[in-house]
């Protein structure tokens, strides 16, 4: 199990961007090694199928 205090030292960066209105791009998404932490709400109600896309790309890829 890790520590928490192992990533005292650490990081902490935005990790990707987003386009916000217009074409503004906004920052988003925190990560400290190998975790991603966002603030993004993901809404499948336009694409039910994706849930299980999303799982099996991450089976087939051993994530």
């Known amino acids: ?7 005292a030292d650490s990081v902490i960066e935005f ?7 217009g074409d503004r791009l906004e920052w988003e998404g925190y ?3 190998n975790v991603l932490a966002s603030y ?4 499948f109600g336009s694409n039910p199928a994706f849930p299980q896309q999303f799982v099996r790309y991450c ?5």
């Open 1 to 7: 199990m890790t520590n928490p205090g192992d990533f």
């Open 15 to 21: 990790d990707y961007r987003l386009q916000g209105w």
């Open 31 to 33: 990560r400290i090694g």
């Open 40 to 43: 993004v709400h993901l809404h």
């Open 59 to 63: 089976r087939e890829r051993s994530l």
